[in-house]
């Protein structure tokens, strides 16, 4: 068991609350995401529950079934909102997400900076690259995916580089010299590159002399060393616990390869939350789950995992057969580094003994690309902080689930180990 070194960092999704009430009842409409004030609420409580970052994500687009089914993932943008939810908290970081695709770093860094100094310091940056084309963008797409990684890369360095251009001491006055700003400390970047030209300084000082944490989302190798090279976190699809221990470890390889101390970028998957009253309840609703997988099991289920899994050996085996002993690559990390975390968590399913293909099978289809924790509050705190302990994580990002309050009044605080 790892010990951990610190506290687990922890982000919750701005659309945790309004997405957690049932929006065809009056309660649920009641914290509307056309409200502003649900968002402030919801970060006021999430702060005093004790998470560090308010995460709000972007989506520069339109998906009508979304649209149909339930709270659009956008309604207020990022950084005004971020502002807003800023000056009605004192802890809480404010995390807006930026697009490289449709933003230029000096726009991305003059909102951030204005950001930070709204919040004291407390403006974050999630960071895409957005290479799913959006439906509401007036703009061709000039860069293709395969260079999406050098493109936020060079987009990262222009972005920090405009943000040490005027650095703190050029805004304490110097009556002697009757300088107000010291100029004379504001630097011209004088970049010139593959995607992007800055030559002048940024022309709104940050309150902070750091750049802001740096979150990047990834799910493959090469997206993995940008992160190693380039970020402070990543939010990854891990939905088991070993799939989030051998994606840390690639990651720690790949940051020390970068010249970086291994624990210097954070491993931060996503979780969906389902708080139960009893265990009981929990147990039903994982089972209902295995049922709903289940329902067209037999050779169909097996057929599906074979296409989604290609790399399986599974041969000519059955749903009624014993999983082969080597249904699994032997080397883990060459599977990711060929196909990315997907198989990731195959290898806790095929690691639990007894078990036949059909089974193996339906297991493999309950398997979202996020984890998935079901239990009471008292079940899902401890799972959550196992997660943790074990190493496998340095924190979270909640997503989605329901009843909020009981998730900050005694999730959190277990997980946190601050229970009364």
């Known amino acids: 068991m790892t010990t951990p ?3 687990p960092l922890l982000l919750l999704n701005a659309q945790y609350l309004p997405a957690s009430r049932d929006w065809r009842t009056e309660a649920g409409r009641a914290d509307s995401p056309f409200r502003v004030d649900t968002f402030v609420r ?20 339109v998906n009508r079934a979304g649209l149909r089914s339930g709270p659009p993932l956008t309604v207020f943008e990022p950084f005004q909102a971020g502002a807003l939810i800023a000056s009605a908290t004192s802890r809480i970081a404010v995390m807006p997400t930026v697009s490289t695709l449709y933003t230029h770093p000096f726009s991305a860094a003059r909102a951030l900076a204005s950001l930070d100094r709204i919040s004291a310091g407390r403006a974050w940056l999630n960071l895409v690259s957005s290479f799913r084309s959006g439906t509401a963008i007036g703009m061709r797409r000039d860069v293709p995916r395969t260079r999406r990684h050098a493109q936020t890369e060079e987009f990262l360095d222009v972005a920090r580089r405009l943000w040490a251009s005027w650095p703190p001491a050029a805004n304490t006055p110097d009556p002697t010299t009757d300088r107000f700003i010291r100029d004379d400390l504001i ?19 940050p309150h902070s002399a750091e750049f802001p944490f740096t979150l990047q989302a990834t799910s493959s190798l090469a997206g993995l060393r940008l992160a190693a090279r380039t970020a ?16 840390r470890r690639v990651l720690r390889r790949e940051v020390r390869a970068a010249g970086r101390p291994e624990d210097s970028v954070a491993v931060l998957p996503g979780g969906f939350v389902r708080i139960t009253a009893t265990r009981a309840e929990a147990e039903r609703l994982i089972e209902a789950e295995r049922r709903r997988a289940g329902a067209s099991g037999g050779g169909a289920a097996v057929d599906r995992l074979r296409a989604r899994f290609p790399l399986l050996r599974l041969g000519d085996a059955g749903s009624a057969d014993r999983l082969p002993a080597d249904v699994l690559p032997e080397d883990p990390d060459e599977v990711f580094a060929t196909c990315g975390s997907s198989y990731l968590p195959l290898w806790d399913l095929a690691g639990e003994p007894g078990r036949t ?24 705190g401890d799972e959550l902080r196992r997660w943790y302990e074990e190493g496998g994580v340095d924190g979270f990002q909640l997503i989605l689930g329901n009843d909020f309050e009981t998730l900050c009044d005694r999730v959190i605080p277990r997980l946190r180990g601050t229970t009364r």
């Open 5 to 7: 070194r610190r506290a």
């Open 42 to 61: 919801e970060a006021q409580r999430a702060e005093a529950a004790g998470f560090d970052v308010l995460f709000q994500a972007d989506f520069s687009g």
């Open 187 to 205: 630097a011209d970047v004088d970049h010139h590159g593959a995607f992007y030209e800055q030559n002048g300084p940024i022309d709104m000082a």
């Open 357 to 380: 293909v059909g089974e193996f099978a339906v297991e493999a289809a309950t398997i979202g690309e996020h984890a998935r924790f079901v239990g009471t509050a008292e079940q899902l």
């Open 232 to 247: 402070d976190g990543v939010f990854v699809g891990t939905p088991t616990l070993g799939a989030a221990r051998a994606l």
